[in-house]
């Protein structure tokens, strides 16, 4: 499927390419851009979004959740994470400038979620850098221990798979039209 800046798609014949949760990755972000350009018709639209790390919505343990989330996600995971993902952590996602006239930024938009325990480890796992950790820390029960712990601060008897979780993703999202 080509690299993002090495696009397998003929010069004006997009109406939209959208780069989701990936853009903070590309290594060439410039070369990017130029792929854009060429690839989108004219009036054509790129949007380039992604997600926070997941915000369990507040009650009586959502403090104590949230800050084992945390450490999972900044401390443990801290580095595998790029420079640019550190600066989507700290809201710096200005750093995309897509060379167009017209560009909008949508500061962060909740998603909200009514998942389970089980779904919060999931999106952890699925995390590039957690597949980076595990492959340097292979023998690591580190998820299977926060979903513990998590389980444990829940005080419930069901299993992670039934447990129920509300949390929030925020989303960034910068949109351009080629005029
Ligand atoms: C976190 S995943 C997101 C996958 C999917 N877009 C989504 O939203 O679920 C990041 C994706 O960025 C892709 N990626 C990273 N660097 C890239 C590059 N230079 N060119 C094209 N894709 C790239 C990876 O292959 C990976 O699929």
Request: aromatic fraction near 12%; include cysteine.
């Amino acid at each position: 499927f080509g690299t993002a800046d090495a696009l397998p798609v003929a010069d004006e014949s997009a109406d939209l390419v959208s780069a989701s949760n990936a853009a903070h990755w590309f290594e060439d972000i410039d070369g990017f851009y130029r792929e854009v350009n060429r690839v989108l018709k004219p009036n054509g639209c790129l949007a380039i979004y992604g997600v926070s790390n997941i915000h369990i919505c507040p009650d009586s343990k959502s403090d104590e959740l949230q800050t084992m989330i945390d450490e999972f996600y900044y401390v443990t995971l801290n580095d595998f994470w790029t420079e640019n993902c550190i600066k989507l952590h700290k809201n710096y996602y200005g750093f995309y400038h897509p060379p167009f006239q017209v560009v909008k930024r949508h500061d962060w938009i909740p998603l909200h979620v009514r998942g389970t325990v089980s779904d919060v480890i999931g999106y952890l796992r699925s995390l590039t850098p957690c597949h980076k950790y595990i492959k340097v820390n292979p023998q690591s029960n580190v998820l299977q221990e926060l979903e513990d712990r998590i389980m444990r601060v829940l005080g419930v008897t069901s299993s992670p798979e039934q447990t129920p979780l509300h949390y929030f993703y925020l989303v960034y999202l910068i949109t351009a039209r080629k005029t």
